[in-house]
Structure formats: structure tokens, C-alpha cells
């Protein structure tokens, strides 16, 4: 048995009513040529976690049969429901696919053809196309990937597509899963996690589809995205950064309180922009 055969893929799909995208994102994992033209296949199983829909979410699972596995919990966020996926599964790589996302059917295999070629890489991504309400946009500057070490690059925003990304399951216990407090940015803090720990790997072939302007979007759902940022940043002074790294956060932190605080006092919430005030003295430069 070869190495490719003997190697399972974990790929755990979290969602919550949004049955009308499910199908779709199900039917690109099970087209993956990875599965189908390889001469060497690796085995894979394929989860749903479903984050307490109340739609048909859970007919559309079971039209799959045996080829997918489903578990249901309460709703209590998307950080939860992919942690679960991460406890219930056991491949030595691990993949997320958002429950609005396609995959191109290559995906896996140019990564995992990669991670093969790279035995001292934890994580690669690839490049995306993206629909906005049904319409190809091209990705602005700020968005660009990149690889190497980049923990700069990655405090501005979030640069970790969890659709994109393959995972050798070891980064987990390196680093540590989502945290199940940040309500959103949880890919946000866990890209500066990696990011402090280990190269970022960017396969520039785009090889996922993100689909996006729906109103259930959890970046609609919460105004003042930099308020969770924040949170993310303040935990990563805790982690074993360099002087410079150190310096770099803190930047970035007073920068997006600066932001926040504006935002709070354009809306008379002065309370809320004391709080940003106060964190802007703590780490100001």
C-alpha cells in the first residue's frame, strides 16, 4: 500500500440553514478527482455538522446515503460546530468547506500533492474566485495571499480562507482549535496562531469558489468586525512573539481601536468608545 493510499482526508462542512447552498458544496467534495482519477486514492469521510438548523438540512444530508456522515448539536456557533468536526473525525489532513463554498474538482488533489512534495508543511491554501450575489468579482489589493513567513501580513485582516485550506491534523494540537468565544474573526485569530508559529504555503491555482453577499453572512450579522480583531489581538500579545512581532500587534491593535472608537462616537455610544480608549493607552506606541 502506498503512502497516498494508506492517508485519510478529513473534511468537515459546518452549517446552519442553509439548505439551499448545502447540496451544491456537498456534490463538489464527492467530485473531487482526488477521489475518482487518482491511481492512488486516498480514503476520506465527509461531515456535517449542523449547527442546530431548523431548515431541511437534515433531508439534504441523508439524499447523500452513506457517502456523508451527519451530526447534529444546539446552536452554538461556527467555532463549535468545527471543533466538533475536529473531535468527531481522525484523518491525518483535515479540510473545512463553508456550507456557501464550492470546490473545484482538482482541489485536493494539487494539494495534497503539495503537502506530499512538502513534509514540513502544516497548512497550504489556494487561490479563490468569488461571486457576490451571483456576480465574479476580482479580490481588492488588501486581500492578496501570499506564502513564507507572514505573520505581518496577516494582522491587517483575515487571510485564511478555511474553504481553501488543507491542514496536516498535527497543527491542531500544536496550536490549538477555534475559539469558541469570538462569535466571528475565529479564522481571523486563528491565521495570526499559525501564522506566529509556522510558513504559510500558497498554491496560486484557484481552485475554490466563494460565494457571498447573502444576508446570512455572520459579517452582516455583526457591525464593528474590529471589535473581535481586537479580542484576537490582545490574546496574541500572550503568544511567544518576538520584540518585533510584539511591536507589530500593537500597531495594528491602536489602529483598529482608533477605527472603533470613531465608530462608537459617530453613534453616541461613549461608553463603548471609553472601553477602545482605554485599550489604545494600554498598548499605544
Known sequence: MTPLQSTMISIIIPTFNRAGYLREAIQSVLEQDYFSENPYPGTYEL?????????NTKDVVG???????????????????????????????????DSDDLWKKQKLTAQMA??????????????????????????????????????????????????????????????????????????????????????????????????????DQLSKKYWGMDRFRVRALEKAICLDLTSQQKQQVKQEMV?????????????NKNIEAEKYYSIMNKYGL
Open 47 to 55: 461531515l456535517i455538522v449542523d449547527d442546530g438548523s431548523s431548515d
Open 63 to 97: 439524499s447523500f446515503g452513506k457517502k456523508v456522515n451527519y451530526s447534529f448539536q444546539k446552536n452554538k456557533g461556527v467555532s463549535s460546530a468545527r471543533n466538533r468536526g475536529l473531535n468527531l473525525t481522525k484523518g491525518e489532513f483535515v479540510a473545512f468547506l
Open 114 to 215: 503539495f503537502m506530499f512534495d512538502h513534509p514540513e508543511a502544516m497548512i497550504c491554501c489556494t487561490e479563490e474566485i468569488w461571486i457576490r450575489k451571483g456576480i465574479f468579482v476580482n479580490p481588492r489589493k488588501k486581500h492578496r495571499k501570499y506564502s513564507g513567513w507572514i505573520f505581518d501580513k496577516v494582522l491587517p485582516l483575515c487571510l485564511l480562507s478555511l474553504s481553501s485550506a488543507l491542514f496536516r491534523r498535527e497543527l491542531f494540537e500544536k496550536i490549538g482549535i477555534f475559539d469558541e468565544k469570538l462569535p466571528v474573526c475565529e479564522d481571523y485569530d486563528l491565521g495570526i496562531r499559525i501564522a506566529q508559529k509556522y510558513k504559510m504555503h500558497f498554491i496560486s491555482e484557484p481552485l475554490i469558489v466563494k460565494r457571498g453577499g447573502h444576508i
Open 255 to 267: 489602529k483598529k481601536c482608533k477605527i472603533l472608537v470613531k465608530g462608537f462616537e459617530k453613534r
